[in-house]
């Protein structure tokens, strides 16, 4: 089966400054990859998915790159604020029997210091 | 617009009690639709997962059983709590295209 490895699992950064977590997979077959943004006490929300047609995908101040023949793929965001604080998880799934069911990783916890 | 419902939010339950979660989602019709458990730490652990009207598929063997009476309500039961079932339960759903919506999710905590 797929298996997702995550990176850093604490990530602490200054208001202003950049962040970069990194996730790989195993599974070439994988072909969506989402990521997921967790507040405290609450679901996930997905914030940003790239699917393996693509490179690269950008949203205002995030943007997920993929690198299929490595089989690895970053979320990258840019001026960070304290809003942006939160545990980060990827996924990785391929479509099968009508459902996506995602493997995710174990998860980034992001600390943007004002 | 579509969205997840899901409820309680919190529970208190004794060890060996019974236990109802559920879960609607509206706005969208023949959805996908998943129960996570995120135990201390962060890791999202599926549960079940559902294609259709009494369609179950189980994950995790385990002392929870989940339902699927109507095509967006989704209940996740357990006869008798153990101590280790204590959790952050999470509902999503999807349109086989990709990508959750999660619900708020339910602390629940057997003591």
């Known amino acids: 089966g797929e298996n997702v490895e995550q990176h850093p699992s604490t990530l602490s950064v200054q208001e202003g400054d950049s962040a970069v977590i990194k996730c790989t997979y195993s599974d070439s077959a994988s072909n969506y990859f989402p990521w997921y943004k967790q507040e405290l006490g609450k679901g996930p929300q997905l914030i940003i998915d790239i699917r393996s047609n693509v490179g690269e995908k950008k949203d205002q101040r995030i943007a997920v790159t993929l690198n299929k023949t490595a089989k690895h793929f970053s979320l990258h965001i840019t001026e960070t604020q304290p809003e942006d604080s939160a545990v980060y998880f990827c996924a990785a799934s391929k479509g099968s029997g009508g459902s996506y069911i995602p493997t995710f990783g174990r998860g980034t916890s992001l600390i943007v210091h004002p | 617009s579509q969205t997840i419902h899901q409820w309680p939010a919190t529970l208190v339950q004794p060890v060996g009690s019974p236990l109802s979660l559920e879960c609607t989602v509206e706005?969208?019709?023949?959805?996908?639709l998943y129960w996570y458990r995120q135990a201390a730490g962060r890791g999202l652990q599926l549960l079940f997962y559902?294609?259709?009207?009494?369609?179950i598929s189980s994950e995790v063997p385990q002392n929870l059983s989940a339902s699927r009476p109507q095509d967006r309500q989704f209940i996740l039961s357990s006869k008798k709590l153990l101590l280790s079932d204590s959790g952050f339960y999470l509902c999503?759903?999807?349109?086989?295209?990709?990508?959750?919506?999660f619900g708020s999710g339910t602390r629940l905590t057997v003591v």
């Open positions: 559902s294609v259709g009207i009494g369609q």
């Open positions: 706005g969208t019709s023949n959805p996908n």
């Open positions: 999503a759903w999807e349109r086989g295209v990709g990508g959750y919506t």
